[in-house]
């Protein structure tokens, strides 16, 4: 059974800083591609940032400089450092892990929710 838990979300104040983390189990960790996903109310969810197994990153314009996606094999976990944070910032965030062998294997956590205001 392939679980993805999401842990770290909160409310603080612009300009803040949150580390979010998804532990993963029931995969091969170390495979997968892993992601962050953010959705806004009323908004389509987005790639925020991605790791791929061999450990190179990508990331959403909105993001780069503030956010940081790492991840740790040994525990099965990635992460998402977020700096700087804006009211825009405000999601409910997603974890993703990703596998292509034939076919995609796509797992999603159940979300955490961040909220940043003054």
């Known amino acids: 059974q392939v679980q993805l838990v999401e842990s770290g979300g909160g409310l603080l104040q612009p300009g803040g800083s949150l580390r979010l983390s998804c532990a993963a189990s029931?995969?091969?960790?170390?495979?997968?591609?892993m992601g962050w996903y953010r959705q806004a109310p009323g908004k389509q969810r987005e790639l925020v940032a991605g790791i791929s197994s061999g450990g190179s990153t990508n990331y959403a314009d909105s993001v780069k400089g503030r956010f940081t996606i790492s991840r740790d094999n040994a525990k099965n976990t990635v992460f998402l450092q977020m700096n700087s944070l804006k009211p825009e910032d405000t999601a409910v965030y997603y974890c993703?892990?990703?596998?292509?062998?034939?076919?995609?294997?796509?797992?999603w956590g159940q979300g955490t929710q961040v909220t940043v205001s003054s």
């Open positions: 993703k892990a990703a596998l292509y062998d034939i076919r995609w294997y796509t797992w």
């Open positions: 029931g995969i091969t960790f170390s495979s997968y591609a």
